[in-house]
């Protein structure tokens, strides 16, 4: 399924186009780290995510103002139950 019609609400997962074939957000967690025999075919176990945000630093330099860009990293994680 395409990322974008994953749905998370409630503590459950689930295909927008498909509401009623709901996982619980646990299960799939226990899924991925300790059932991977479950999982399809041509997936990775485990769960991760990965980006980078580029940020912006402008400063002024000789009365001109420069923009730098260079990648940002949060160095933690935020999970919302």
């Known amino acids: 399924m395409p990322a974008e019609r994953v749905t998370y609400q409630n503590g459950d997962v689930f295909d927008s186009s498909a509401p009623d074939k709901k996982r619980a957000w646990a299960e799939l967690a226990t899924i991925a780290?300790?059932?991977?025999?479950?999982?399809?075919?041509?997936?990775?176990?485990?769960?991760?995510?990965?980006?980078?945000m580029p940020c912006r630093w402008?400063?002024?330099?000789?009365?001109?103002?420069?923009?730098?860009?260079?990648?940002?990293?949060?160095?933690?994680?935020?999970?919302?139950?």
């Open 33 to 52: 780290h300790r059932y991977i025999h479950r999982l399809p075919p041509d997936m990775e176990p485990g769960l991760s995510v990965s980006h980078i």
């Open 58 to 81: 402008a400063a002024v330099c000789h009365g001109r103002c420069r923009v730098q860009m260079y990648p940002c990293y949060s160095f933690e994680f935020h999970l919302m139950l």
